[in-house]
């Protein structure tokens, strides 16, 4: 993926569900989270986002903002 811009909230969740029907690499995936994480939006979705953001943060693939 390249990265030109912030990903919004609505592909941010398309990459990390795989809503969009397309095969996402972990460094996608964990961009996407590292953006939600940074906005501060990963914390008021759904329940198992704030948990595989905190997962993520403790495993040092992800940071906090």
Known sequence: MEKTQELS???CCEIIEGFDGEDHTQE???EA???LINTG???SLQGWYGRSALQLIE???CTRP
Request: no cysteine; hydrophobic share 60%; charged share 15%.
């Open 59 to 61: 495993a040092g693939l």
């Open 33 to 35: 989270f590292q953006t």
């Open 28 to 30: 996608e995936i964990v």
């Open 9 to 11: 909230t609505f592909r």
């Open 41 to 43: 939006v990963v914390w």
